[in-house]
Structure formats: C-alpha cells, structure tokens
T-cell receptor, first 112, second 113 residues
Framework: ETGVTQTPRHLVMGMTNKKSLKCEQH?????MYWYKQSAKKPLELMFV???????ENNSVPSRFSPECPNSSHLFLHLHTLQPEDSALYLC???????????FGPGTRLTVL | GEDVEQHPSTLSVQEGDSAVIKCTYS??????FPWYKQELGKRPQLIID?????GEKKDQRIAVTLNKTAKHFSLHITETQPEDSAVYFC????????????FGKGTLLTVNP
C-alpha cells in the first residue's frame, strides 16, 4: 500500500493492557503527526515530529507515549488507558510544516 | 490558542443544489486555511486550501473564500452530487506554528438524489 498506512486498523484493549499503534509513510515526508478523532469533537492534534524530533506535545496525558525511530515510522505506545480514550487515532504526514497533510486510515481503539 | 468554529453541523441538500459551509477563526495571525473531506469510514483528504494572500480560490465545482477582516472563510460546492456526501472539516494554522492545524467540528453534508 502506498501513502500512509496504519496498523492495526482495530484494537480492543483493557485498561491494564499495553499496546502500540504503528504508522508508516511511503511518501518521503519530513513531518509526522498523531491526531485523536472522537465523535462530536474536532480533530485533536496530539504529537508532531519533524525529522524524528518531537516538536509538539499538545498537553497529552503520559499514558500516551510517542516514538519516531526514523522519518518514515511513527509509533504511539499506550498503557493504562481509560474508557474515554476510545477513539479513532489518525496518523498524518507532510513534506514539511505548512504543506498538505496526508492522513492514514486510522486505528479504531476501544478501551474496555 | 486558536479556536475554529464551523457551521452548520449538518446540511442536507438536493442533488444539483449548492452547499455552503462557514468557519470563523479567532487568531488574526492565522494564514493557512485547508478544507478536508472525510467519507464514512475513510481517512480525511484535502480538497482545497487557501492562504491569506488571496481572497478566493476555485477548483472545478469547489471554491473557498476568505475574509481576513471578518476572520471567516467558507467552502462552496456547486452542482452537488451524491458522492459529495461526507463530513467536511475546516482548519486554520499560523505562520510560525504552521505545523499546528486547529480543526472545526465538522459538517455532515448529505446530498439527496
């Protein structure tokens, strides 16, 4: 698959579990983003990376931990989540800041 | 920080009619305004964007207008088709922090055949 891919597409986890979301972009972009999409709320920017350096941590609880090992891969490590963390988690990438952001298909997360 | 309000939250039109979605933003330093379309169960995709040095931009049946004085911008879709049915999001970002898009809550557009 070309563009931005995300795995898994669906994830159900308990509050005590640890899991990771993976994002990969095949576009040669320099910037990568994590967003949270909840029903009836705007898309919320969580983290921003540029060339593997974290640029923004938008007041996200520490139970979400991002990792960017290289400019093509982005992870979101999850531990001790709450039911209100259930949402669609979208990854995006752009060539540079201010350029069009290309979104992945998202991971639908359910926390029981 | 930036705040983006989007109206209406739902919009239903007949095929062939026009649809208009409006957004207002709070920070006068905002200078980039993209619109994304998200079909049911799919990813958001950019459909058109405008920067603050222009007042209007068109791409076939889609146009965006920007009024910097009033701090609002609008999406216009003419000759709507059923495949235009989706959720549309506006967003805004500022020079100097142009990685940070602030999104509106979205408008669910339904085009009835």
């Amino acid at each position: 698959e070309t563009g931005v891919t995300q795995t898994p597409r669906h994830l159900v986890m308990g509050m005590t579990n640890k899991k990771s979301l993976k994002c990969e972009q095949h576009l040669g972009h320099n910037a990568m983003y994590w967003y949270k999409q909840s029903a009836k709320k705007p898309l919320e920017l969580m983290f921003v990376y540029s060339l593997e350096e974290r640029v923004e941590n938008n007041s996200v609880p520490s139970r979400f931990s991002p990792e960017c090992p290289n400019s093509s891969h982005l992870f979101l490590h999850l531990h001790t989540l709450q039911p209100e963390d259930s949402a669609l988690y979208l990854c995006a990438s752009s060539q540079d800041f201010g350029d069009e952001q290309f979104f992945g298909p998202g991971t639908r997360l359910t926390v029981l | 920080g930036e705040d983006v309000e989007q109206h209406p939250s739902t919009l239903s039109v007949q095929e062939g009619d026009s649809a208009v979605i409006k957004c207002t933003y709070s920070d006068s330093a905002s200078n980039y305004f993209p619109w994304y379309k998200q079909e049911l169960g799919k990813r958001p995709q950019l459909i058109i964007d405008i920067r603050s040095n222009v007042g209007e931009k068109k791409d076939q049946r889609i146009a965006v207008t920007l009024n910097k004085t009033a701090k609002h911008f609008s999406l216009h879709i003419t000759e709507t088709q059923p495949e235009d049915s989706a959720v549309y999001f506006c967003a805004a970002s500022m020079e100097g922090s142009n990685y940070k898009l602030t999104f509106g809550k979205g408008t669910l557009l339904t085009v009835n055949p």
